[in-house]
């Protein structure tokens, strides 16, 4: 299931509630809420090469392509079938 424009206003609106203070964990859980049929990954941000589809605190978000047997990092919300939150180390 591809994430439709109530999906990534729901998560903008999200990170911006949360902003700075964005925790791995609770934006995962609340992603989980909010999002509940795309798939979500978790990795830690020194994994991924690509710039994030959204940032927030120590937070950042990438869209990725579920539907094949090989996930890949993308920037087409329209496409997209899953989240990576990749968590950063804040200092």
């Known amino acids: 299931m591809a994430l439709a424009v109530e ?3 729901r998560i903008d609106a999200l990170l911006e509630a949360l902003g700075t203070g964005a925790e791995p964990d609770a934006v995962a859980y609340a992603l989980q ?3 509940p049929g795309v798939g979500l990954r978790q990795c830690d941000a020194s994994d991924v090469l690509e710039d994030p589809f959204r940032s927030a605190g120590a937070c950042d978000l990438h869209l990725l392509d ?3 047997h090989c996930i890949r990092v993308m920037d087409s919300p329209a496409e997209a079938t899953g989240i990576l939150l990749a968590a950063k180390v804040v200092a």
Request: net charge negative; glycine share 0%.
């Open 66 to 68: 579920t539907s094949n």
């Open 33 to 35: 809420c909010l999002v």
């Open 7 to 9: 999906d990534i206003a």
